[in-house]
């Protein structure tokens, strides 16, 4: 079993190295940015009383499990969904990692 869990944050364009700034602050060693088309709908936009930007960049980051919450913290401050990010994050655990150094 892995302490490690992935976060995915997805994001309007242009706000991938905001987050990646603000993981890497909180101990994140660095991410991968997926380029992505959001698929809202207008009705949405009223719902929800936001403009809805459909390019999108889905940027994902292995932690250690521990230091997970405060990244959370820290993308929702950063680049949720009340910046001009309009970002929301989540985790998914991870259940086996190779490849990727423990040592700080």
Same mark, same amino acid.
């Given at each position: ?6 976060? &995915?944050?997805?994001?309007?364009? =242009?706000?991938?190295?905001?987050? +990646?700034?603000? !993981?890497? +602050? &909180?101990? $994140?060693?660095? =991410? %991968? ?5 959001? %698929?809202?709908?207008?009705? !949405? ?24 919450? $405060?990244?959370?913290?820290? &993308?929702?401050?950063?680049? =949720?969904?009340?910046?001009? !990010?309009?970002?929301?994050?989540? %985790? ?9 150094? %423990?040592?700080?």
């Amino acid at each position: 079993m892995s302490n490690f869990e992935v976060i &995915l944050c997805i994001i309007n364009a =242009g706000f991938s190295e905001d987050a +990646m700034d603000t !993981a890497r +602050m &909180l101990g $994140a060693r660095g =991410g %991968t940015v997926i380029n992505a088309r959001g %698929t809202a709908s207008k009705e !949405a936009e009223k719902i929800f009383n936001i403009t809805i930007q459909p390019e999108k960049e889905i940027v994902m980051i292995l932690v250690p499990s521990d230091i997970k919450d $405060a990244i959370l913290k820290g &993308l929702y401050d950063s680049v =949720g969904v009340n910046t001009p !990010a309009q970002g929301i994050a989540f %985790t998914l655990p991870v259940d086996d990692v190779v490849g990727i150094s %423990t040592a700080k």
